[in-house]
């Protein structure tokens, strides 16, 4: 593939409810191997922003692209609904906050992994149960509890089940929204662990929301400051963590224990 | 190497009333291969504020920061995220006093880190970690365990076995033995010997004048170079 084209681009992605503002004129590059995170209050427009890059939200305006893996360039929004259901199949994988929104509740855990490689072609049941198998073991799932449905599982587990459903297909982007949220301190920890050593050894891009300044410090290469639905800062994570210039940016480092 | 030319950084807190703090004004330094310059001003004159500058963890108001990377000349001052990104993986280590960890990541694969970003296979980066690890003294009862529970002494010599394992081109060092033992001090004194000895450029800021001693090639003052006082 072209190094020289980003993965993702984004070029003045606008989203009004009606005359309140969703998002307005947010332009991203987000290049392979990178995870870019997208932090700002409640209400700022994050959740809505990530919508509209992952096509799950039609914008009033803007512009948004995708490589293939071919090197051809997409455009998200304007794509055929087939084809961009074909996209979020293969190239692509959401982690919702709420782990009930990416699971489904009535079967096993490990057919929740397999049906997406089903829904890629694979047929051999032998094959999608190992790989099943080996990607409970990944998200640090007892092996014993495949044939268990996640409705018996804690929250953490069910978030580690829905990641490894995501990310069993490989996708190159993964969205995620609030993907440590609600969860206890220690499962947290060892999520960011286990997403961090996924982007390393996958290389898989990522666009992570979040309101926790202290996971975009452990996982995000760079972040948007988002208030108000606009972009107030961006840049390298450390810098807008260790030097913020925007008031708001400011504020809300400020405001937090030692991110 | 390094050059910066007329640097100048000012923070504006706008939480406090919009306060200026002019830190660094007009900063002049170059430094060459196999050199260590040591800055020598007071503390809160700015020392650590010209390093973050030069990894581009602060950003300047004014001035260049050049950096021989990739057998070209990067600006870390204009340069975008993704140069900046490839200036840290290959071009220049940062050593701070903290450590930043995810709790949970043993002290082993926090050292490796660097050299994996760089693109060396597991066993062989492991293998390099493991040796400095043993070099530094950190016993290896503790390279599994995640070095957020270990002493200050501890975690500042991950940190350098961090910062050292991937040999860097340029090294930033503030105030690297801080908080280490006579003992300890004399191993990384002889690490960066070794450091300087494969040419690496190296600007620190030394507080032991002891180690600083041991180490500097030049000494340089910010304030002589029309930084605040």
New interface residues.
């Given amino acids: 593939m072209d190094a020289d084209r980003p993965l993702l681009r984004a070029r003045g992605v606008t989203r009004y409810y009606g005359a309140r503002v969703g998002c307005r004129d947010v332009g991203l590059d987000l ?1 392979p191997g ?1 995870v870019l995170g997208i932090v700002g209050e409640s209400g700022s427009g994050k959740t809505t922003l990530l919508g509209c890059l992952s096509g799950r939200l039609e914008p009033s305006a803007g512009t948004v692209e995708f490589t293939g893996r071919d090197g051809t360039v997409v455009d998200v929004l304007r794509m055929p609904e087939p084809a961009l259901r074909k996209l979020a199949r293969t190239d692509w994988g959401i982690v919702h906050q709420n782990p009930r929104d990416g699971l489904r509740l009535g079967v096993s855990a490990g057919a929740n992994v397999g049906e997406r490689l089903m829904a890629l072609g694979a047929r051999h049941y032998g094959r999608i149960r190992a790989t099943a198998f080996d990607w409970l073991g990944r998200v640090e799932i007892d092996r014993e509890r495949i044939d268990d449905w996640p409705e018996t599982f804690s929250s953490g587990m069910q978030q580690r089940l829905q990641i490894a459903r995501t990310l069993v297909t490989e996708p190159r982007l993964v969205f995620m929204d609030e993907p440590t949220g609600g969860l206890d301190v220690s499962v947290q ?2 999520l ?2 286990l997403l ?1 050593r996924l982007v ?1 050894d996958l290389g898989l891009s990522a666009v992570i929301v979040t309101h926790d300044l202290a996971v975009t ?2 996982l995000a ?2 972040l948007l400051v988002m208030r108000g639905g606009e972009v107030v800062e961006s ?2 994570t ?2 807008v963590l ?2 913020p ?3 708001y940016t ?2 809300l480092v ?1 405001s937090v224990l030692q991110p | 190497m390094l050059l910066v030319e007329g640097l100048h950084k000012t923070f504006t807190l706008h939480t406090q009333g919009g306060i200026q703090l002019p830190v660094l004004r007009g900063v002049d330094l170059a430094v060459y291969p196999g050199e260590c310059v040591a800055l020598t001003d007071p503390s809160g004159s700015g020392k650590s504020t010209l390093l973050r500058a030069i990894y581009a963890n602060y950003r300047p108001q004014r001035g260049r920061i050049l950096v021989s990377h990739a057998g070209g000349k990067v600006d870390m001052v204009e340069a975008g995220p993704r140069d900046l990104l490839a200036v840290r993986r290959l071009t220049i280590g940062y050593v701070s006093q903290f450590l930043r960890v995810i709790p949970r990541v043993p002290a082993l694969d926090v050292v490796i880190e660097p050299l994996r970003a760089f693109g060396v296979a597991r066993d062989e980066a492991l293998e390099r970690g493991r040796a400095l690890l043993a070099r530094l003294r950190i016993p290896e009862r503790l390279w599994s365990l995640s070095p957020v529970t270990f002493s200050g002494g501890e975690q500042q010599r991950v940190n350098l076995a961090r910062g050292f394992v991937a040999d860097f081109p340029i090294l930033l060092l503030d105030e690297p033995t801080a908080s280490l033992d006579v003992a300890s001090r004399a191993l990384v004194v002889e690490l960066i010997r070794d450091a300087l000895a494969r040419r690496t450029a190296i600007v620190g800021a030394f507080h032991d004048a002891e180690v600083r001693e041991a180490l500097a090639t030049r000494t340089v003052t910010l304030h002589g170079a029309g930084a605040a006082a």
Avoid: K, Y
């Fill in positions: 290049w990178e920890a060892r960011l662990d961090r390393t410090r452990l290469h760079r840049g390298l450390d810098q260790d030097d210039q925007h008031p400011q504020l400020s």
